[in-house]
Structures are given as structure tokens and as C-alpha cells.
């Protein structure tokens, strides 16, 4: 999961999107910091399924639950790796060395 573009494409996304202040409406109200009939996004289902999954998202005092530069800084990471990695094999393919040959010496 850590090394998955996916997961942090989505965690970013995710981040950017919900805030622990935004409402939505539900049948009783949670906190009387809202109006009537409304909820913090925080009590929610699904956010509450994102936190059971290592996906903070719209956590009250919770700095990280709103940065999203730990998950730029690691899909900039994975993509520079992942380039080098198809730029190796690429190189390799074309003057057609072989790898057992290689390990050998």
C-alpha cells in the first residue's frame, strides 16, 4: 500500500477536498456547534471507513488531516523511481545486456 500511486493520489485528494468543519445533513444533530439537522463530515460512514483504512480525512485537531505535502513529496518520489526503473530496463533492452552476465562477473 505504501508504494501504491493510487492509495496516495487518493489520500491527497481526499485531504484537499474535506474539511472537519464541512456539515452535511443527518437526522439528529451531533454537536450543537451546527445547525439543526446537521453533522460534522467527520461522523460520517465513509470517513469514518477512510480512518479504519490509514486515511486520516477531515479529523478534528488533527494538523495532517488537511497537509497534503507528505503525499506530493511521496508521489513525486514514486514517479522519479518508477521512471528510473522503465529508463534501466529500457537501456537495457536496447543494447541487450544481459543481466545474468552481469551478476556473474
Known amino acids: 500500500r505504501n508504494f501504491?500511486?493510487?492509495f496516495w493520489t487518493m489520500q491527497g485528494l481526499l485531504k484537499s477536498v474535506y474539511r472537519?468543519?464541512?456539515?452535511?445533513d443527518c437526522a439528529?444533530?451531533?454537536s450543537s456547534d451546527v445547525?439543526?439537522?446537521?453533522?460534522?463530515?467527520?461522523?460520517?460512514?465513509?470517513?469514518?471507513q477512510y480512518k479504519r483504512q490509514g486515511i486520516h480525512v477531515a479529523t478534528y485537531?488533527?494538523?495532517?488531516?488537511?497537509?497534503?505535502?507528505r503525499e506530493s513529496l511521496v508521489l513525486v518520489v514514486l514517479s522519479v523511481v518508477i521512471q528510473l526503473v522503465l529508463f534501466v530496463r529500457c537501456f537495457f533492452a536496447y543494447y541487450k545486456i544481459n543481466w545474468e552476465e552481469i551478476i556473474r562477473e
Open 35 to 48: 445547525g439543526a439537522n446537521q453533522c460534522f463530515i467527520e461522523y460520517d460512514a465513509m470517513i469514518e
Open 28 to 30: 439528529m444533530s451531533s
Open 4 to 6: 501504491s500511486p493510487f
Open 61 to 69: 485537531n488533527d494538523a495532517s488531516s488537511e497537509n497534503v505535502t
Open 20 to 24: 472537519w468543519t464541512d456539515t452535511f
